[in-house]
């Protein structure tokens, strides 16, 4: 019995460290014998050192042994729920540490926000071995609502509540057709677990057998997740949200929503039926996104903006991967997430660091190379594994992912993103091209006024380092990022 | 009296809350049509678990869950529409314009 104590220990972990963390922020910042500190970095350490704590225990697990415990019950723990919960509490921890310096700069006093970080990766931890739809209901909308909260943190500023108030109807529409789609399975089917669900819906496509119910069913869960991860003709708001909220905010919510529901929705796809339904949705949403990401951001002039776009469009090519139903498709949605998930650190990193006023305009970062040659270098680098120039992971990324679409027969996906990846990357004539003129920007501009950036901390460079040459390093040697992820994909098949 | 009749009326009120929540100009109507969306749902489970989950009503669960999530995502919602209100006055949903291109 005290192994399943055991077994849920990194979630009992966060939930308690959330709990005291909330508990200490309040009480000391309102106590007047200490003259009401502000206890923002306070509570931010504590938050980074229980992710990294959390960390330690999701990976030390030897829970492993006991997963046969909850194999009728709501999770299923194996090695590839292991493997895929450390990379969001990975991206957690990058995304705490690059907070400190903005709170400093922007004088941001509530130590609450930041208690709003831990909650939802927990619930990403709980997302991930969902094996039921109440499990995964349960466990996708508290991660969503806490977002609702962090976007519109910034109480004063219009923007950021205006992002809020976007994310809220963006995000709670389809949890209500995610929550439909499951009620109207589980009223056909009678099921609510996967296993079950699995059993059920085997002969799903192949007789012919089809009730509206579970069509109905699985229709509303694909389009409610991919609402949910903005996929392409669902996106409405979420470029505005992108850039009305606080910046490390953005890289939080584009980074970590985007991992747990992919690895949810891969888990529903294979239990469910992968024929014709879902297949085509995700083919098409995986077009349109490539489609977008390459031709949207050409106009844009902000920073944050064309980040969003950019991050719209890979999670696009990396959902190609995802469509098709082979082992190779799973493989390369998880390499893809990985190199995402650096990259996206990577960029989001940068952004807040050049801020002496704020950056928000590109022509901000005119002339970056002459006066912070290192954080260009990074930068460019980071742009150019993107647009997936050779020898960069974007390009092992996207390689793997185009090759996994031809292996299962999409001969039309893997054209179309190559040729989209191409238009995002190269010039034609007069029109702007869109992640070089990035680095044309910085290289080769010269702005009127020079803008002169303070230092970046510590705390970012040192996550800027292991980023960029975790992108670097992953070409030339990408042999333990394949075995994990084949792995991972194998027993996400078992 | 037919359990047809009630799955009738849980999808006729999830797709009224649904229009509404797309068409609604005020984000307090927008959260209303949200909590009708959810309540509908509510409706279904339990109407299914009535029928034919009698040993394990996983049904009921769920909606019980349903109902503690929707009463807390309608707390955020309003603390949310309270900090627009606070900054400009007003809550009005096609006003919210400040972050097009």
């Given at each position: 019995m005290f192994n399943l104590f055991l077994a849920v220990s990194p979630e009992i972990f966060i939930i308690n460290a959330t709990f005291i963390l909330l508990i200490h922020g309040v009480v000391f910042s309102t106590s007047k014998k200490d003259d009401y500190p502000p206890l923002v970095s306070n509570v931010g350490w504590l938050g980074l050192l229980s992710v990294i704590t959390l960390l330690l225990l999701a990976a030390g697990a030897p829970l492993l042994t006991i997963a046969h415990l909850f194999r009728n019950n709501l999770f299923r723990r194996d090695n590839s729920t292991y493997f895929c919960q450390i990379l969001p509490l990975l991206s957690t921890a990058g995304t705490i540490s690059m907070c400190f310096d903005s709170f400093e700069q922007e004088r941001f006093?509530?130590?609450e926000s930041i208690v709003l970080i831990p909650l939802p990766t927990r619930s990403m931890l709980l997302m991930i071995?969902?094996?039921?739809s109440i499990a995964m209901y349960l466990a996708i909308e508290p991660q969503s609502l806490c977002f609702y909260v962090i976007a519109a943190?910034?109480?004063?500023?219009e923007f950021s509540t205006e992002a809020g108030s976007k994310y809220l109807i963006l995000g709670a529409f389809p949890s209500g057709i995610l929550l439909f789609g499951c009620d109207m399975i589980y009223g056909s089917t009678?099921?609510?677990h996967f296993d079950q669900l699995a059993k059920i819906l085997t002969g799903y496509e192949i007789t012919?057998?089809?009730?509206s119910g579970i069509f109905m069913g699985i229709l509303s869960i694909a389009v409610g997740s991919l609402f949910k991860i903005t996929a392409v003709p669902l996106y409405m708001w979420a470029p505005d949200i992108y850039e009305g909220s606080p910046t490390p905010v953005t890289a939080f919510l584009s980074i970590a929503p985007k991992i747990s529901i992919s690895a949810n929705m891969s888990r529903v796809s294979i239990v469910g039926s992968y024929g014709g339904t879902l297949q085509q949705i995700f083919f098409f949403c995986s077009i349109a996104s490539m489609i977008l990401g390459a031709l949207a951001?050409?106009?844009?002039?902000?920073?944050k903006r064309p980040l969003a776009h950019s991050s719209i469009g890979h999670v696009g090519y990396i959902r190609t991967g995802f469509s098709c139903g082979t082992i190779e498709g799973i493989q390369s949605l998880l390499i893809g997430i990985f190199i995402y998930a650096s990259m996206t650190i990577d960029a989001f990193a940068i952004v807040p660091a050049l801020r002496q006023t704020r950056?928000?305009?590109?022509?901000?970062?005119?002339a970056l190379a002459k006066t912070n040659p290192i954080s260009a270098m990074t930068f460019s680098i980071t742009m150019f594994s993107y647009a997936g120039i050779?020898?960069?992971a974007g390009f092992c990324s996207k390689f793997y992912l185009f090759f996994a679409a031809l292996g299962c027969g999409a001969y039309f996906l893997a054209p179309v993103g190559v040729v989209t990846s191409v238009i995002g990357r190269?010039?034609?004539?007069?029109l702007p091209f869109y992640y070089i003129r990035l680095a044309k920007r910085m290289f080769f501009d010269r702005p009127r006024t020079w803008i002169l950036y303070e230092p970046m901390d510590r705390d970012k460079s040192l996550l800027l380092a292991m980023t960029s040459s975790f992108i670097t390093s992953s070409f030339p040697y990408p042999s333990p990022l394949f075995d994990l992820t084949h792995q991972m994909a194998l027993s996400s098949y078992l | 009296m037919m359990f047809e009749h009630v799955l009738f009326l849980s999808v006729y009120l999830f797709s009224i809350g649904i229009y509404g929540l797309i068409t609604s100009r005020k984000m307090v109507r927008a959260l209303m049509c949200l909590e009708l969306i959810l309540n509908s749902v509510n409706i279904n489970l339990v109407t299914f678990s009535d029928i034919?989950?009698?040993?394990?009503l996983k049904g009921d669960i769920f909606s019980i869950f349903v109902i503690a999530v929707a009463a807390a995502e309608a707390a955020i919602g309003l603390a949310i529409v309270s900090s627009i209100h606070r900054n400009r006055k007003s809550t009005r949903i096609n006003q919210s314009n400040l972050l097009n291109n």
């Amino acid at each position: 019995m005290f192994n399943l104590f055991l077994a849920v220990s990194p979630e009992i972990f966060i939930i308690n460290a959330t709990f005291i963390l909330l508990i200490h922020g309040v009480v000391f910042s309102t106590s007047k014998k200490d003259d009401y500190p502000p206890l923002v970095s306070n509570v931010g350490w504590l938050g980074l050192l229980s992710v990294i704590t959390l960390l330690l225990l999701a990976a030390g697990a030897p829970l492993l042994t006991i997963a046969h415990l909850f194999r009728n019950n709501l999770f299923r723990r194996d090695n590839s729920t292991y493997f895929c919960q450390i990379l969001p509490l990975l991206s957690t921890a990058g995304t705490i540490s690059m907070c400190f310096d903005s709170f400093e700069q922007e004088r941001f006093d509530a130590s609450e926000s930041i208690v709003l970080i831990p909650l939802p990766t927990r619930s990403m931890l709980l997302m991930i071995p969902a094996h039921d739809s109440i499990a995964m209901y349960l466990a996708i909308e508290p991660q969503s609502l806490c977002f609702y909260v962090i976007a519109a943190s910034k109480r004063k500023s219009e923007f950021s509540t205006e992002a809020g108030s976007k994310y809220l109807i963006l995000g709670a529409f389809p949890s209500g057709i995610l929550l439909f789609g499951c009620d109207m399975i589980y009223g056909s089917t009678g099921a609510t677990h996967f296993d079950q669900l699995a059993k059920i819906l085997t002969g799903y496509e192949i007789t012919g057998a089809r009730s509206s119910g579970i069509f109905m069913g699985i229709l509303s869960i694909a389009v409610g997740s991919l609402f949910k991860i903005t996929a392409v003709p669902l996106y409405m708001w979420a470029p505005d949200i992108y850039e009305g909220s606080p910046t490390p905010v953005t890289a939080f919510l584009s980074i970590a929503p985007k991992i747990s529901i992919s690895a949810n929705m891969s888990r529903v796809s294979i239990v469910g039926s992968y024929g014709g339904t879902l297949q085509q949705i995700f083919f098409f949403c995986s077009i349109a996104s490539m489609i977008l990401g390459a031709l949207a951001a050409m106009a844009q002039t902000k920073v944050k903006r064309p980040l969003a776009h950019s991050s719209i469009g890979h999670v696009g090519y990396i959902r190609t991967g995802f469509s098709c139903g082979t082992i190779e498709g799973i493989q390369s949605l998880l390499i893809g997430i990985f190199i995402y998930a650096s990259m996206t650190i990577d960029a989001f990193a940068i952004v807040p660091a050049l801020r002496q006023t704020r950056v928000k305009y590109i022509a901000d970062l005119g002339a970056l190379a002459k006066t912070n040659p290192i954080s260009a270098m990074t930068f460019s680098i980071t742009m150019f594994s993107y647009a997936g120039i050779p020898p960069l992971a974007g390009f092992c990324s996207k390689f793997y992912l185009f090759f996994a679409a031809l292996g299962c027969g999409a001969y039309f996906l893997a054209p179309v993103g190559v040729v989209t990846s191409v238009i995002g990357r190269w010039a034609a004539g007069r029109l702007p091209f869109y992640y070089i003129r990035l680095a044309k920007r910085m290289f080769f501009d010269r702005p009127r006024t020079w803008i002169l950036y303070e230092p970046m901390d510590r705390d970012k460079s040192l996550l800027l380092a292991m980023t960029s040459s975790f992108i670097t390093s992953s070409f030339p040697y990408p042999s333990p990022l394949f075995d994990l992820t084949h792995q991972m994909a194998l027993s996400s098949y078992l | 009296m037919m359990f047809e009749h009630v799955l009738f009326l849980s999808v006729y009120l999830f797709s009224i809350g649904i229009y509404g929540l797309i068409t609604s100009r005020k984000m307090v109507r927008a959260l209303m049509c949200l909590e009708l969306i959810l309540n509908s749902v509510n409706i279904n489970l339990v109407t299914f678990s009535d029928i034919f989950d009698n040993r394990q009503l996983k049904g009921d669960i769920f909606s019980i869950f349903v109902i503690a999530v929707a009463a807390a995502e309608a707390a955020i919602g309003l603390a949310i529409v309270s900090s627009i209100h606070r900054n400009r006055k007003s809550t009005r949903i096609n006003q919210s314009n400040l972050l097009n291109n």
